[in-house]
């Protein structure tokens, strides 16, 4: 029966993979794919394979690829035909056209991701609200930022380089670089030297 639900796995991951290797951006979203087989452990060496493993294991990444197909490679009959093959995951909602690469969206229930623009680099846990205030505002994300699970982040602010928000943070101000943020407004707990 294993061998049959891969078999199945392999036949609609196919479509996927051929509309990637086709696609003027391939070389972002094979890259995006590495990433997230690096940080799971699986091995990349064979394309297909992580991608049918990736695309069965984690929903999060069937939204976060078909929000690239419609968004970075302009393409929304690649978007329909992956939401035909694999269905997305409900409670995940991406609303930021401006994605940097290899984002990672790490479980991503109850999530929703509404900024004017996130970095590359950058890590979101579940239960995450990026988002609006009343006046229509939303955040900018900068590179190599982690929102910890159950955070806020609201409003018209910049969240620069290098930020570590931690868990239900509700972040309603400008968090400076190499920063950790925490608590309820989020307040900086310790500065971080990557230069050292």
Request: with cysteine.
């Amino acid at each position: 029966m294993k061998k049959v639900i891969d078999f199945y796995n392999y036949l609609r991951t196919f479509p996927i993979y051929v509309l990637i290797l086709i696609n003027k951006k391939s070389e972002i979203l094979w890259e995006e794919l590495n990433y997230w087989g690096n940080l799971y452990g699986m091995p990349v060496n064979k394309k297909m394979k992580l991608l049918k493993n990736i695309l069965y294991c984690y929903p999060e990444y069937r939204n976060l690829l078909e929000h690239r197909f419609r968004n970075l490679c302009n393409c929304n009959y690649s978007a329909f035909v992956l939401r035909i093959l694999w269905k997305k995951q409900d409670s995940l909602i991406i609303f930021t056209k401006d994605i940097g690469k290899n984002l990672f969206i790490q479980h991503g229930i109850a999530t929703i991701i509404a900024a004017k623009s996130i970095g590359d680099n950058c890590w979101i846990n579940q239960q995450v609200t990026i988002g609006y205030t009343d006046n229509g505002a939303a955040p900018v994300i900068g590179n190599r930022v982690r929102i910890s699970c159950g955070a806020k982040v609201l409003g018209n602010i910049k969240i620069e380089d290098d930020v570590i928000i931690g868990a239900n943070a509700v972040v309603v101000k400008n968090v400076e670089k190499n920063q950790t943020v925490v608590g309820i407004p989020a307040k900086p707990i310790k500065h971080k030297n990557y230069n050292k």
